[in-house]
C-alpha cells in the first residue's frame, strides 16, 4: 500500500487525518437527521412519522452506537485496532446505503442501527488508536483534534441541511 513507508511525524499525521474523518463523520451522522426529519419529501416517503416514531428513528443510531462501543471490547483486542476500524467503516457504508435507499420505516431504522454500531466502534476504537501510536506528549492535543472535527462534521450537516432547504420539494434534498 502506499502509505505503508509512513513512519514518524508523517506516519502520525496520516494516522490523525484518518482519525479525524472517522470522527467527521461521527458528527455528520450525529446532525443529519435535524434536517431531514422537516424534509417534505422524506415526510412523504415515510407517510408524516409523529413525534414518536420521528424520535424512534433518531434514538436507534443511539442504539447502534452504545452497541458498536460494547462490540469494540471484543473486537479491538481480538483483530486489532485496524482491522475493527476498517470493519466499523464497513458496518457506516452498509447502514448508510440502507438509509439511503429507505422506503419504510423498518428499513430505516435497522439502517440507522448498523451504521450506529460502524460509529460506537469507530468511536471507541479509533482514540485508543490514536493514543497508542502517537508520542505520550501530543495525545492530548491529537484526540482534541478528533473532537474539533466531531462538530466540524456536525457543523457541515447544518450547512448541508441549510442548503437542501432551497431545493425542499426535490426528492434529491
Known amino acids: 500500500m502506499f502509505l505503508s513507508h509512513l513512519e514518524g511525524r508523517a506516519l ?86 440502507i438509509q439511503a435507499a429507505s422506503f419504510g420505516l423498518p428499513q430505516m431504522i435497522v439502517g440507522r442501527i448498523i451504521a450506529g454500531l460502524g460509529i460506537g466502534l469507530n468511536s471507541a476504537t479509533i482514540p485508543m488508536c490514536q493514543s497508542e501510536t502517537s508520542k505520550p506528549e501530543r495525545r492530548g492535543k491529537l484526540i482534541a483534534i478528533q473532537l474539533v472535527l466531531v462538530i466540524f462534521g456536525i457543523d457541515l450537516t447544518n450547512w448541508v441541511n441549510l442548503g437542501m432547504t432551497c431545493i425542499s420539494g426535490h426528492q434529491f434534498s
Not at 15 to 36: A, E, K, N, V, Y
Request: glycine share 16%; hydrophobic share 45%.
Open 12 to 97: 502520525t499525521f496520516e494516522i490523525t487525518l484518518t482519525s479525524g474523518l472517522g470522527f467527521m463523520l461521527f458528527g455528520w451522522d450525529q446532525g443529519l437527521f435535524g434536517g431531514i426529519l422537516e424534509n417534505p419529501a422524506f415526510n412523504q416517503t415515510f407517510k408524516h412519522p409523529n413525534p414518536t416514531i420521528q424520535g424512534q428513528i433518531v434514538s436507534t443510531y443511539d442504539i447502534g452506537c452504545i452497541l458498536g462501543a460494547i462490540i469494540s471490547i471484543f473486537v479491538g483486542d481480538r483483530w486489532g485496532r485496524r482491522k475493527a476500524i476498517a470493519l466499523a467503516c464497513i458496518f457506516v457504508i452498509i447502514g448508510g446505503t
